[in-house]
C-alpha cells in the first residue's frame, strides 16, 4: 500500500470523499480538514468538509466553510443549499 504524502492536499480531500461515501465521517472530516489546511483555496475541499459537518449535526463547524465554498464558487448550487440547511437549524439562520 502507498503512503499518503503529508503534504498532498488532492489526497487527503480524495481519501475524505471516499471516507464520506463509506459514512465513515470523524475519519472524512479530518481528512478533509488537512485538505483544507494545505489548500484553503479549494472549493472541492471546504464544499466536502462542509458537508461531512453537516452529516454530523456539527451546523456551527459547517457553515464557514460552506460559505467560503460559495464564495470560491457561487454557481454551484449545492454549496448554497447545503449552506442553506446548515443555516436553518442553527440560531445564526434565525437572526439570534
Known sequence: MT????DDASA?????????????WNE???ELG???SLQPDDYEAHA??????RQIGDYPRAIPHLRK??????QEPL???NLGVALS????????
Request: cysteine-free; hydrophobic content about 40%.
Open 79 to 81: 454549496a448554497w443549499s
Open 28 to 30: 472524512a472530516i479530518t
Open 3 to 6: 503512503k499518503l504524502q503529508p
Open 12 to 24: 487527503h480531500a480524495n481519501l475524505g470523499a471516499i471516507y464520506g461515501r463509506q459514512k465513515k
Open 69 to 74: 465554498a460559495t464564495e470560491l464558487k457561487p
Open 89 to 96: 437549524r442553527t440560531d445564526v439562520g434565525k437572526g439570534r
Open 48 to 53: 466536502s468538509l462542509g458537508a461531512a459537518l
Open 34 to 36: 488537512r485538505a483544507v
